[in-house]
């Protein structure tokens, strides 16, 4: 969550007005970075996480938790820590960083006011000694956190709260279904961060939609469930909004939970890493190249089987979160002829990629989307103003969206050294990957965000995702990895993250041959290294039929490989390359290992994911009446268990089967112990 600006929001009626001249401002500003920042060069990799929580606050009398709304409380609470000042501040506004290996961790607010964000105090650098500090980094964030709470309450890392939304008292303290901007049947105004960007923005989503958000989530038909199951929670007779003829017109559908609300997917968390790149070539070469990563890492972190108190027959987030801002209007969505709108626009603004942007020789037009919608004029007046077609071609297509919250002080000048009208646009593309220029006030480079993964339960399991990816990245760079497939594969492959269990039971599209062609030598044998092989700066363009390039592979064959020859070598083997060729010293890849081998087991399912671990945890439970509904009890028993499993990592009562197996994963030819 980046700077929260202050100001006098237009309420969408008069924002609408107003959203042409942003657009245009936008794109100025967005130019001005352009031309500044076009040669920029950076030394290394830098990169940095963002882990979310839930604060939960327990009622162990009444066998009750409930979600905590003090965030500012405990905010505040850190802000005043004279201790934690003296170490340099760890909120936004005394933050100052040092040259202190222990930077002091910084905390944010979210959208949710049950929410917390909490990154490192500075960036990671490329070292491999960094990525062994992730974890005891993240341990401290939480331990920081909880010394701020009050004794009953916890920060937890779930995606969502169970039973957000339910009829009982879900929240603390208690407030009546209220307000004017959620219009909620299921959540009061005041589950939102107060400040007055998160009220506006879900208000002028409803409006500019014409109606509430719309989230149908399939429930898991267990064998007592009703058919068709009809979400007993929904009132078809409540006439205090306009909006409460949605559900009268058909909103919430048979055999799913249904949802009315922003703060039902803006209220998860997950887990976030931000990539600098050492100049803007790099960093558009990682865009392309983690995109179609981003279903498969989703997969393989599902948490999320759990809404408004019944067991979803999907395992992530994804869906509900864009379901939850899509501002699409009929017109936009093809239920109505086009009249006032522009054009119909496939995606909600929460979505996977449409675009690839690095200047490859290896991106080939095949790849493309071809239902991307571009603003042309936009696009003119980039490349009028110096920048290629690839990349005008992403942020015309960004900016087909309107600007969500305008502040009216915001429109009397136009100033192309702030970036505050580019960001309107930019930040409120919620994409799975998310190309971030330099701002203007400070010494950063380009970025890159990669956005899919659900959050773990443990820091261990954070830790283990975060230093994947990250190795990843290196691979990729270092190999000249090429995972290109075509957009729309990588879409329908987002969708088929969702299914239950989908790391084990679903196939994905993935490219075949990562690798560049290997150095022949002058007897025509190929050199057979066991690294794969530095290529010439620029690889050939690829020729024949893309079809030919990508098949279908479970998650195991892409984490793991595939076991035939010429199969795919599978990320965790080219991420064992990668280190053979760095010459780890044998504790560092020691310590690695151990991360490795929570994603080589998930992906092979010797380890389950969250989402496996918590709908096993409700189906064995003693209160389950096999009818989909998680109780107010086995939420409590549920949340405790998370709680325990945080401290004890799986050695305890609970979470072994996510966390531990019997054999321990060890670098090829390591003395590993």
């Not at 087909?400 to 593309?429: A, C, M, W």
């Not at 793991?560 to 083997?573: E, K, R, Y």
Request: hydrophobic letters at 35%; glycine letters at 6%; aromatic letters at 10%.
């Amino acid at each position: 969550m980046g700077f929260l600006a202050l100001g006098t929001p237009l309420e969408w009626a008069e924002a609408k007005k107003n959203a042409d001249q942003v657009r245009q401002w936008g794109i100025e500003q967005l130019l001005a970075i352009w031309r500044r920042a076009k040669g920029k060069e950076r030394d290394a990799l830098l990169w940095g996480d963002e882990v979310e929580y839930l604060v939960v606050a327990f009622d162990d009398e009444h066998r009750k938790v409930k979600l905590s709304l003090r965030q500012a409380d405990i905010l505040a609470a850190l802000a005043e820590d004279e201790a934690l000042r003296k170490q340099g501040g760890c909120v936004p506004h005394l933050q100052a960083i040092n040259g202190h290996a222990d930077a002091i961790p910084v905390f944010h607010p979210e959208f949710g006011r049950f929410m917390l964000e909490a990154t490192p105090g500075k960036p990671w650098g490329i070292g491999f000694k960094d990525l062994l500090d992730v974890e005891r980094n993240m341990k401290w964030r939480r331990a920081m956190a909880k010394e701020h709470m009050d004794a009953h309450e916890y920060p937890i890392t779930l995606t969502t709260f169970p039973r957000l939304g339910t009829a009982d008292e879900f929240i603390a303290p208690y407030y009546p279904l209220s307000g004017d901007k959620l219009r909620s049947q299921f959540l009061p105004d005041e589950v939102a961060n107060p400040h007055i960007r998160f009220p506006t923005l879900a208000a002028n989503i409803r409006a500019r939609r014409g109606r509430k958000v719309e989230i149908n989530v399939p429930v898991f038909k267990d064998v007592n469930t009703l058919t068709p199951f009809k979400d007993p929670t929904v009132n078809y007779d409540l006439h205090k909004w306009p909006e409460d003829e949605d559900v009268r017109n058909g909103a919430a559908k048979d055999d799913h939970i249904y949802m009315d609300a922003m703060a039902f997917g803006m209220g998860s968390c997950c887990l976030q890493i931000t990539f600098q790149a050492k100049n803007i070539t790099e960093g558009r070469k990682l865009y392309d190249q983690l995109s179609p990563l981003g279903p498969i890492m989703l997969a393989l972190t599902a948490a999320t089987p759990i809404y408004k108190g019944f067991l979803a027959d999907t395992d992530v987030r994804w869906n509900q979160i864009s379901r939850a801002v899509d501002d699409r209007t009929k017109e936009e969505l093809g239920e109505a002829p086009l009249e006032h709108d522009r054009w119909r626009v496939p995606k909600s603004r929460y979505a996977s990629n449409s675009t690839y942007i690095s200047q490859d020789p290896r991106l080939r037009k095949e790849y493309m989307d071809p239902d991307l919608v571009v603003d042309r004029d936009l696009k003119e007046h980039l490349m009028d103003g110096g920048m290629d077609d690839l990349l005008a071609t992403h942020f015309a297509h960004l900016f087909i969206r309107d600007p969500l919250v305008i502040f009216g002080e915001d429109l009397q000048e136009l100033d192309r050294n702030k970036t505050d009208h580019f960001e309107n646009l930019q930040s409120t593309n919620w994409q799975h990957m998310r190309f971030k220029p330099p701002p203007p006030d400070k010494d950063t480079g380009w970025r890159v965000e990669f956005r899919p993964m659900e959050i773990q339960i443990t820091d261990f399991e954070n830790a283990a995702f975060s230093i994947f990816i990250v190795l990843v990245t290196r691979a990729i760079l270092s190999f000249d990895l090429n995972f290109y497939i075509p957009i729309p594969l990588t879409t329908a492959n987002m969708e088929t993250a969702h299914a239950r269990d989908a790391v084990l039971s679903q196939k994905f599209h993935f490219r075949k041959d990562p690798l560049p062609p290997r150095p022949v030598k002058t007897n025509g044998t190929s050199t057979g290294s066991s690294t794969p092989a530095r290529q010439p700066s620029r690889p050939p363009t690829p020729t024949g039929p893309v079809e030919d390039e990508h098949t279908l592979m479970t998650v195991d064959e892409i984490i793991n490989g595939q076991a035939v020859q010429s199969g795919f070598p599978g990320l965790i083997p080219l991420v064992e390359s990668y280190l053979n060729s760095m010459n780890v010293d044998v504790e560092t890849r020691c310590e690695l290992a151990r991360y490795l081998g929570l994603i080589q087991k998930r992906a092979s399912g010797q380890l389950w994911t969250g989402a496996k671990w918590i709908r096993h945890f409700v189906r064995e439970h003693d209160e389950y009446q096999y009818d989909s509904v998680v109780s107010e009890g086995i939420n409590y028993d549920l949340i405790k268990a998370v709680e325990g499993i945080t401290q004890n990592e799986g050695k305890g009562q609970f979470g072994s089967e996510m966390l531990r197996s019997g054999s321990t994963t060890k670098p090829r030819g390591s003395a590993c112990g």
